[in-house]
């Protein structure tokens, strides 16, 4: 009668800590609704959460050639772009960014111009 005791403890505490685990999820992701009911429904909590990560992960590609990259060999632009190694540079991929106009408002911000009062004439 005890075996049957302990048998059934850890099923219903693996069923509450199922809950605990969907409520913490529920709570980090509350816009991601489709994560937890498929994971209720199919049973495997494993299995269905690596398929719906990897549907809902979009693959880097780089923006000139497609190739797909990394995140080692990924390259965010300041266009916003993601490149690969060979068209990082923004020479190479035709940049819209001003990197010009970028470093004087940079170097206008950190050095205002100073000009020194007037002295009165006698």
Known sequence: MTEKRQSETPVGLTA?????????????????????????????????????????????????????????SSYTCRCGTNFCAGHRYPELHQCSFDYREAGKDVLRK?????????????
């Open 110 to 122: 950190m050095h205002p111009l100073i000009r020194p009062q007037k002295i009165e004439k006698i």
């Open 16 to 72: 509450s800590v199922e809950d605990a685990k969907m409520h913490d999820l529920k709570r980090k992701n509350p816009h991601d609704e489709s994560l937890g009911s498929v994971d209720r429904a199919s049973g495997s909590q494993g299995l269905s959460s690596t398929s719906s990560l990897a549907k809902r992960m979009k693959k880097l590609r780089c923006g000139v050639c497609k190739q797909k990259t990394g995140l080692a």
